[in-house]
């Protein structure tokens, strides 16, 4: 009996922390996609709704954003942030999300 008790004990709870840290994780990645609604090439930057303001990245990267990607900025350290095309504004319209 106390096995059993203890079985399911340790389900729930695992059952708990893995919806905990799945939440966590949409949490995260929504956090983390932003969608462009301008680009400045010229001065390397790009103005996403989510933040409502210039971001600066490094030049080359912004070549293939458009106003509508979805894209996500990875940091780094000292010099312009990287931006990563997530998901074009064509293929963000045709998705059934």
């Known amino acids: 009996m106390l ?3 203890f079985s399911i004990g340790v389900a729930v709870v695992t059952m708990a922390t893995s ?3 799945a939440a966590t994780l949409t949490e ?3 956090a ?3 969608t462009v609604v301008g680009v400045d090439r010229t001065a390397g930057r790009f103005l996403c709704v989510e933040h409502r303001r210039w ?3 490094v ?3 912004l070549r293939e954003v458009r106003p509508g990607d979805i894209v996500r900025v990875e940091p780094a350290t000292g010099k312009p942030a990287h931006i990563v095309v997530l998901r074009t504004a064509p293929d963000e319209l045709a998705s059934p999300e």
């Open 59 to 61: 030049k080359a990267d």
């Open 19 to 21: 919806a905990a840290l």
């Open 3 to 5: 096995t059993r008790t």
């Open 55 to 57: 971001t600066p990245v």
């Open 32 to 34: 983390e996609r932003m």
């Open 28 to 30: 995260r990645l929504q």
